[in-house]
């Protein structure tokens, strides 16, 4: 009989012959890891058909409590897509941002964002926190989502739904943002999108 594909991730490790990318990503550690954080939330995805299946692109969420949304958006994209988020935000201290680089994430630059992209990941990008029940949704640095736009990518809406302390939670994907400028680049362009997907997660929001 054949090993079960745990047993075989698990001799991996023993063997250390899995592998790590050039951002500190490890595989085979979230596959461990993953059906803990799954018992953890329960996680509702509507608009899934917005979240691509391969290439890069740039998802953008609000925050409102800081520990969960990471988690929880990880969470809808790997069960409607099957493929790892790679979150920026973390900090660079240790022993926190090495082991969150082995989750996926890197830190929140525009270096980092750009060279993900090239590489085909699919990322997201955090509003600023909104601690209070119905404030408006956060800010984002127009620097950090420059490389989005140069490249072209999609920068799609995410509006995250649920309450720290509780299981259940929404991730409700909005269509991508189209900048209405007519180079589709540059400054302008970065601009319209923030604005274009902060209202379409306020309106999300709003909806409930």
């Given at each position: 009989?054949?090993?079960s594909p745990l047993s075989t991730l698990l001799q991996r490790r023993i063997d250390g012959a899995y592998t790590v990318d050039e951002w500190?990503?490890?595989?085979?550690?979230?596959?461990?890891?993953?059906?803990?954080?799954?018992?953890?939330?329960?996680?509702?995805?509507?608009?899934?058909?917005?979240?691509p299946t391969e290439g890069g692109a740039v998802l953008v969420a609000n925050r409102r409590f800081g520990v969960s949304e990471p988690f929880?958006?990880?969470?809808?994209?790997?069960?409607?897509?099957?493929?790892?988020?790679?979150?920026?935000?973390?900090?660079?201290?240790?022993?926190?941002?090495?082991?969150?680089?082995?989750?996926?994430?890197?830190?929140?630059?525009?270096?980092?964002?750009?060279?993900?992209?090239?590489?085909?990941?699919?990322?997201?990008?955090?509003?600023?926190?909104?601690?209070?029940?119905?404030?408006?949704?956060?800010?984002?640095?127009?620097?950090?989502?420059?490389?989005?736009?140069?490249?072209?990518?999609?920068?799609?809406?995410?509006?995250?739904?649920?309450?720290?302390?509780?299981?259940?939670?929404?991730?409700?994907?909005?269509?991508?943002?189209?900048?209405?400028?007519?180079?589709?680049?540059?400054?302008?362009?970065?601009?319209?999108?923030?604005?274009?997907?902060?209202?379409?997660?306020?309106?999300?929001?709003?909806?409930?």
């Amino acid at each position: 009989m054949s090993d079960s594909p745990l047993s075989t991730l698990l001799q991996r490790r023993i063997d250390g012959a899995y592998t790590v990318d050039e951002w500190g990503f490890d595989p085979d550690f979230v596959e461990l890891l993953s059906p803990l954080l799954g018992a953890r939330w329960s996680i509702s995805v509507e608009g899934a058909q917005h979240i691509p299946t391969e290439g890069g692109a740039v998802l953008v969420a609000n925050r409102r409590f800081g520990v969960s949304e990471p988690f929880v958006v990880a969470g809808a994209v790997r069960a409607t897509t099957g493929r790892v988020l790679r979150v920026l935000g973390i900090p660079d201290i240790a022993p926190v941002g090495p082991f969150l680089r082995r989750l996926g994430a890197a830190q929140c630059r525009p270096d980092e964002l750009g060279g993900l992209l090239r590489a085909g990941e699919l990322t997201v990008l955090f509003l600023d926190r909104q601690p209070r029940r119905g404030a408006r949704v956060g800010h984002l640095d127009h620097e950090l989502l420059s490389p989005a736009i140069e490249m072209g990518v999609p920068v799609i809406p995410v509006a995250l739904i649920g309450r720290e302390l509780g299981r259940r939670w929404v991730a409700s994907v909005g269509e991508p943002v189209v900048p209405r400028t007519a180079t589709g680049f540059g400054p302008l362009a970065v601009a319209e999108s923030i604005d274009g997907a902060r209202r379409a997660i306020q309106e999300a929001l709003d909806d409930r």
